[in-house]
C-alpha cells in the first residue's frame, strides 16, 4: 500500500490548491480516504475523509463550506479542493487510509496506511 501527495505550495491568502493523494495496492471500494494537516508545535489535526464505496464525505467545521474532497476511482486518487485559504490552514498536509467505511471525521489512531506530507503555507 502507497499513498503519495502533491500539490502543496505557498498561496496567499483566498487563494486555492488542490492537493492529490495517488494511492496504490489497494483499492477506493475497501477503504477510505482521511485528510489530515499538522501545524507546527500542534497536534495532527483529522478535516476530512471521502468513503467513495457509499458516496460519502466528512468535514470538520474548520475547513467546512471552503474544502472539497473526491474521488477519481479510475486514478485512483482522491483530491482535496481547498478555498479562501486562510493563514491559519499552514501546516502539512497528509492523505491515509483505513480499511471500511468513514464514519465521522478522522481521527489519527483509525487509519493504517499514511503518506509522506505535503507542505501548505498561506501568507497574509
Known amino acids: 500500500v502507497q499513498l503519495v501527495e502533491s500539490g502543496g505550495g505557498l498561496v496567499q491568502a483566498g487563494g486555492s490548491l488542490r492537493l492529490s493523494c495517488a494511492a496504490s495496492?489497494?483499492?477506493?471500494?475497501?477503504?477510505?480516504i482521511g485528510w489530515f494537516r499538522q501545524a507546527p508545535g500542534k497536534e495532527r489535526e483529522g478535516i476530512s475523509a471521502?468513503?467513495?464505496?457509499?458516496?460519502?464525505?466528512i468535514y470538520a467545521d474548520s475547513v467546512q463550506g471552503r474544502f472539497t474532497v473526491s474521488s477519481d476511482n479510475a486514478k485512483n486518487t482522491v483530491y482535496l479542493q481547498m478555498n479562501s485559504l486562510k493563514p491559519e490552514d499552514t501546516a502539512v498536509y497528509y492523505c491515509a487510509a483505513t480499511r471500511g467505511t468513514a464514519q465521522a471525521i478522522p481521527t489519527f489512531w483509525e487509519y493504517e496506511y499514511w503518506g509522506q506530507g505535503t507542505q501548505v503555507t498561506v501568507s497574509s
Open positions: 495496492g489497494f483499492s477506493f471500494d475497501d477503504y477510505s
Open positions: 471521502i468513503s467513495s464505496s457509499i458516496g460519502s464525505t
